[in-house]
C-alpha cells in the first residue's frame, strides 16, 4: 500500500481566506426583462429570476420583475417603464443598467425612443434580441388557420391566468417579431438615444456550429438555419446583433436565461453572466 503524507492529504481541505464570491459594484442596479412567453412562469418565479439571483451572489442590486408575456412592443413598453417607477420609489434608485432577453430588447429600445426614458436608463445590454426579426414568427404565422387559432387561444388563456391584470394577444406580438415588421417599420421608427450605451449578446447552437441544443428545438432550428443562417433556436447572430455587439455565445435561447441548462453546461451560464456584468463594471455604469 502506497504510504500518502498527511500533509498532501489535508492540503484539499485548506480553507479559502475569502470563499464567497467577490462583491462586484456596479454604479447602477440592474434590471432584467423577459422576453416573449409565459409558459416558463410556471416552473419559476419570473424568467429571469436564477440569472437575477446569481447576480445578486456577487452584492449586485438586480431585479427581474414580471410583465404580461404576450403583448406588443408598446404594451410591454409601458409596463417596463412603470417597473422603473415602482423600483424607484421603493429604494431610490436614480436610473437602471438594462438586460433584456429576446423581445424585450424591442420592448427597451421603445420604451427609450418613445416613453422618454433615457433618463433613467444608464445602458441597454440585449441577448439575443430580434433586432431585425426572425423568420421564427413568420413560420408561426403561416401555419394552418385552424392551428395558429387554437395555439393563440391557449398562449392567451395561460397569459391571462398567470398574469390576469393585462389582457393577452399572442398573435399581435409575434406579428411585431417579423423581419419585415422590425426592419421595415420599428428600426426606423426607434433609432438610438444618443448618450445611451447600447451593447448586445448573440448566440448560435444547433445546425452550423459544434455546440449542443435540446432536441426539441432542432426542427425549429434547422428551420431559421436555412432561411437566415446561424442561430440559438429563436433568433439568429445577425439579428442580435445591435450597438456594440459584445459576443456570439454558444448557448441557447433559453439556456442563457438558466432554463434548461444541464449540470454540465451551468457554468458556461455562470461566465456568461459574470462576463455580461463586467462589462458594465468596466464602463463605469
Sequence with gaps: MKWTDPKSYLK????SEFPQPDIIQLKYPVLLCHGYGGFSMLISESPMHKSCMHLREYGIHAFAPNIVPYATIDIRAKQ????????KKKYGYQKFNVVAHSMAGLDMRYAITHLEMDSEIASLTSIAAPHRGTSLAETVLTAP????????ELADWVGENIYPSQKSDSVAAVKQLTRDYVTQ???????NVEGIPYFSYSAAVGKGTKSPLNAIYKVQNQIIYQKEGINDAFVTVESAKWGTHLKTLDLSHLEQIYIQVSKERKPKVEAFWLELVMNLKENDL
Design 12 to 15: 484539499k481541505f485548506e480553507l
Design 80 to 87: 417596463w417603464a412603470d417597473v422603473i417607477q415602482i423600483l
Design 145 to 152: 388557420e385552424a392551428i395558429r387559432g387554437k395555439l393563440g
Design 185 to 191: 417599420v420599428f428600426n426606423p421608427e426607434t433609432p
